[in-house]
């Protein structure tokens, strides 16, 4: 019974704020590295790194030209999953030249778990938030 009372009272407060579960939006944080070079990470909506630019970018501005190309149409990408050294599945964002131009942040059990990353990927990305972090 406290459960649901707990659940009902969470439920509630959300409602009355305005928010709901599908409020919770993607982010696509970017954010200046060590070597002051600007990269980007997709965030799921509970906040979970999903995918990294992998490579920095001299300016501020590509980094965030990926982005916004990501924002405008991700069917413009191939996503290739594959298996890494240490078993386990993966998946890297490429764009038609060939280049990779994201990757997964880390290693799936199963090629269900990655393939079911990459839908979600392209599924949130043209709504996904953009923000900017301060050198980590």
Known sequence: MTRRVFLSAALFTL?????????????????????DEWR??????DGAKVATSGQGYKAKA??????E???ADISKYTFEVYEDKAKEQRFRIKAK??????????GYK?????????KAFKDNAKDAEIK?????
């Open 62 to 67: 590509d980094c965030k030209k990926m982005v």
């Open 69 to 71: 190309n990501f924002k």
């Open 40 to 45: 980007w990470r997709a965030t799921d909506a």
């Open 97 to 106: 030249n060939g280049n990779t131009v994201g990757s997964s942040s880390g």
């Open 132 to 136: 900017e972090a301060k050198k980590e």
């Open 15 to 35: 409602t009355a704020l305005g928010l709901s579960a599908a409020d919770k939006k993607w982010t696509f944080e970017i954010y200046p590295d060590a070597k």
């Open 110 to 118: 199963t090629k269900a778990d990655a393939d079911a990353a990459v």
